[in-house]
T-cell receptor, first 115, second 113 residues
């Protein structure tokens, strides 16, 4: 597609349930990022995928969070046993390839509300 | 640790007023600098970026930003704002040796018609 797409656009879940958030990057982009945006705050880095390399998971806030990227394209962010503090907008970004001069392009985000 | 500071969380201006949004970062090495904008109901879009060269960069919709290395700043400017500039503006920085973007908390700009 022309841009980064994410689904669902909104997700309401009950505390303790698992959720899966999907990201489809721009075609041909090898790098993929997940961020979290909490109300009134900037973006918080979660995880980074680049090609077939091992992902950088240094930003994941707890072991309830995991992500995978299949076939170097679509990525899924999974949050297990959701907590109310997980409520946020989850943003995905992709870039053509990492480098000194790299620009990230963002999807519309998934707004997650944990009741 | 690196950090990015945006001085104003909320700015309210009238149409045709001039705009300057501050952004300061803490990192002593070479950096890439970005301003992103999020219009109401839309996703984050790149407004402008600085990698190297002329420290005065021009972006879309009449915005520009100046990189002042000595002040660790990358302020966003527009000489005359329009109602359609109402949005949230984010400054982001990464060290050229590191892909991780560090983000400011954002500035909500409201333009009164």
């Amino acid at each position: 597609g022309a841009g980064v797409s994410q689904s669902p656009s909104n997700k309401v879940t009950e505390k303790g349930k698992d959720v899966e958030l999907r990201c489809d990057p721009i075609s041909g982009h090898t790098a993929l990022y997940w961020y979290r945006q909490s109300l009134g705050q900037g973006l918080e880095f979660l995880i980074y995928f680049q090609g077939n390399s091992a992902p950088d998971k240094s930003g994941l806030p707890s072991d309830r969070f995991s992500a995978e990227r299949t076939g170097g394209s679509v990525s899924t962010l999974t949050i297990q046993r959701t907590q109310q503090e997980d409520s946020a907008v989850y943003l995905c970004a992709s870039s053509l390839q990492p480098g000194l001069e790299e620009t990230q392009y963002f999807g519309p985000g998934t707004r997650l509300l944990v009741l | 640790a690196q950090s990015v500071s945006q001085h104003n969380h909320h700015v309210i201006l009238s149409e045709a007023a001039s705009l300057e949004l501050g952004c300061n970062y803490s990192y002593g090495g070479t950096v890439n600098l970005f301003w992103y904008v999020q219009y109401p109901g839309q996703h984050l879009q790149l407004l402008l970026k600085y990698f190297s060269g002329d420290p005065l960069v021009k972006g879309i919709k009449g915005f520009e930003a100046e990189f002042i290395k000595s002040k660790f700043s990358f302020n966003l400017r527009k000489p005359s704002v329009q109602w359609s500039d109402t949005a949230e503006y984010f400054c982001a920085v990464n060290a050229r040796s590191n892909y991780q973007l560090i983000w400011g908390a954002g500035t909500k700009l409201i333009i009164k018609p």
